[in-house]
C-alpha cells in the first residue's frame, strides 16, 4: 500500500510539474519510512517543485477567508487537518489537488508526544521526558484559544475536547493518551477541527515544514510552508545542499556527487537527538551535535538588573541557538531582549564540540553566587564551578535512574506495549544526554585542577594553616577551650567550614595572624565596616551557626570571652562569602580566597 501511494504521489507531482533527476527513486523501509534511493551515481543531483505545489499561508484564504495574518501558522494547521479529515467539509479543491501527497504523510510521527505511557517510562529522568506535559498543554492551548476566537467549526463539534482541556490538570497520562492520542494511532475518522487533528497537524509541521521566507522574503519569518515530494527526503547532517527559488520553481541541490544505491539526503541542520527525537521521530546513532539544557529560573527583576547593568553576561534566547522553524520566535526582536522574554527560565545548551559552552553558563552562576562581592571575583568564580558541577551531577543522576529491564510497573503492560524503536531512540537519547554531561564535567574539573593551580597563592585551606599557623592548634585553640571538668576532644567540629570560622575567631581575639596571614585579618575587617551595623536577631538565626555558637560557650568555662554572638554570625558570613568549598572527595573542603 505504501509503494502504490508513493508512485502516485510521484506520478502526480511530475504530472503538476516537478522535475526530479533522472536515475533516483523513492522507496518504503520499515526502519527510515519513505526514502529516495539513487540507482546509479550522480554528480550534483537536484529536484525542482513549482510553487503551484507549495502549500504555505497564501493557500488560507481559499478556505477561511475570515483569517487573519497575525495567526498564519495557528490557521495553516487547521487548514492542513481540513484537507486531510474534512472530507466535503472542505470548501475548496485543496484537498482534492493535494490528495495524493495528504495520502502519503504518516498517521503519526513517532516523537515522544504520541507515546504510550510504558514508552514514556523510557524517558524519565531526561528532558524530554519531563516536557511531554507541558509541551502537548501548549498545543492544546493554542488549539483551544483559536477554535473559542475563531467560527472556524460549530461548537458542538469540539465541546468534548474543550472539556477534556479544562480538565487537562487533573488528567493522568494514560487518560490524555487514550483522548488525544489513540485516535490518531488506531485508525478513527478523525473530525478535521478536533484536538487530535490539530495534534497531527502540528506534527506535520513540525517533522517536515521549511521556513516560507526562503522563497518570500516579506513574510515573518516564522512562517511556514510545506514542499510535497522535497520533504520524503531523510536527514543526514555530512550532506552539502542548496535550496532556492527562482522563476516560481524551489530547487534542492545536492552540492556533491552521490554513488550509486546511496541515499540522496536532505540536511535538517546540526541538529541534537533531543530535537531530532522530539520533532522528527528519530534519533542518530554517536550524534556530534547532542546537546543537554539546561534552564535557570530567575525572578523578572533579577534578569532586569542582569540586561540594564552587566552587558557582558549572557542571556542567550532561543533565537541563539538552532531549533524547530515554527518554535522560533520572530525575527523581529529587538537587539536587547525584555526581560518577559525569558519568564519561564533561561535556557542554556552544552554541547561536546562547543569548548566554550560552559562559559556563559559559569558566568551566570558566579553571578548567582556573587553574595556582596563582584560576580567575576575569585570566589564568586569558583562557587560558580562548584554550583554549576553540583547541577550537572544531579542531572546525570536522573537520566542514570532509569533501567530498562524494569519498564514502568505503575502501567499495565497487556494494554501498552513498548515498541521496539521507541525503545531503541530512548536508550540512544539517554546515551547521548549522559556522555554530554559526563564531558560537561570532565571539562570543569579540568578548569578547577587549573585555577587551583594558577591561583594557589590566593587560596587557604585548613592543610595550610595546619602547615604554617602551628601556634593556632598547637596552642591557641586548645587554651580557648581549657577547661577543669572537660576534655579538649569533647568539643568537635563538624568540617573545615567550621575550622575556618573558629581560626577566624580566635585569630583576630588574639591578634595574632602571622604575616603570610594578614590578608584574611585585612579582608575580614574590610567586610565588617558594612557588616557591623546589621542586627542580629533569632529569626535570622541558621541552626548550624546556632548550633556552633553552643559548642563555643560550653566548650569553656571562662567567663571573660569576647567572642559575642554578633562576631559569630559574622565570620560565618564572611566565610560564606570568600570561600568555596569543593565536592570532589567525601570530605568536602572548604577553601578561603583573597580577592
Known sequence: MEEQSIQRLIAWGKFQGAALPEGVSFEYSDRKGIRCVCEKSLSSPYLTIPDDLIISGKLIPLEFPEADHKRGNTWLKFLLAKMKFGGEECNSDLSEKFRPYLDCLPKIVDCPLVWNPRELSHLAGTNLGSSVRPKLKDILTEWYRFVKENEVTEEAAVSSDCSFYKDYGQLSDESIFRWLVEPLSNGSTLQWSSASAFLWSHLILLSRAFPHYIIDQNVDQASLMLLPIIDLLNHDYH??????????????????????????????????????????????????????????????????????????????????????????????????????????????????????????????????????????????????????????????????????????????????????????????????????????????????????????????????ITKYDKGFFGEELPAYFESIDRKQDDVVFENNFELLVIWILIKIENNSFIEKHDWVSEQYRNFLIDAKNEDITSDRMDPSIESFRRRMINGTTQTDRTITLKKIVHTFDFVQKNSFTRISSSNPDTIMVRN
Not at 329 to 349: C, M, R, T
Not at 375 to 397: C, D, I, T
Not at 447 to 462: C, Q
Request: hydrophobic content about 35%; aromatic content about 12%; proline content about 3%.
Open 239 to 464: 550532506s552539502k545542499v542548496e535550496w532556492g527559488f527562482n522563476e516560481g520553481q524551489f530547487s534542492f541541490k545536492k552540492l556533491d556527487s552521490i554513488e550509486e544505491d546511496a541515499e540522496l539526503c536532505n540536511n535538517y541542520g546540526c541538529k541534537g537527538n533531543e530535537e531530532l527525537l522530539s520533532g522528527y521521530g528519530f534519533v542518530l546513532e554517536e550524534n556530534p551535535f547532542d546537546f543537554v539544557a539546561l534552564k535557570i529560573k530567575l525572578p523578572l527583576e533579577t534578569i532586569t538588573t542582569i540586561l540594564k547593568e552587566e552587558p557582558t553576561l549572557k542571556i542567550p534566547t532561543l533565537d541563539d541557538y538552532t531549533n524547530f522553524a515554527f518554535e522560533k520566535q520572530s525575527q523581529n526582536l529587538p537587539n536587547k531582549p525584555e526581560a518577559s522574554v525569558f519568564e519561564d527560565g533561561i535556557v542554556y545548551f552544552i554541547n561536546k564540540l562547543n569548548a566554550s559552552c560552559l562559559d556563559p553558563l559559569l558566568n551566570m552562576f558566579a553571578y548567582l553566587c556573587r553574595g556582596n562581592s563582584e560576580w567575576h571575583s575569585l570566589a564568586s568564580k569558583f562557587n560558580g564551578l562548584q554550583n554549576l558541577r553540583n547541577a550537572l551531577e544531579s542531572k546525570l543522576a536522573a537520566a542514570k535512574s532509569f533501567s530498562s529491564q524494569r519498564d514502568d510497573c505503575s502501567i499495565d503492560s497487556s494494554k501498552y506495549e513498548v515498541n521496539s524503536y521507541r525503545r531503541h531512540c530512548a536508550r540512544i537519547y539517554r546515551d547521548g544526554q549522559l556522555s554530554v554531561l559526563k564531558d560537561g564535567l570532565k571539562k570543569l574539573k579540568a578548569m578547577e585542577k587549573t585555577w587551583l593551580t594558577e591561583y594557589k597563592d590566593r587560596l587557604l585551606t585548613v592543610k595550610k
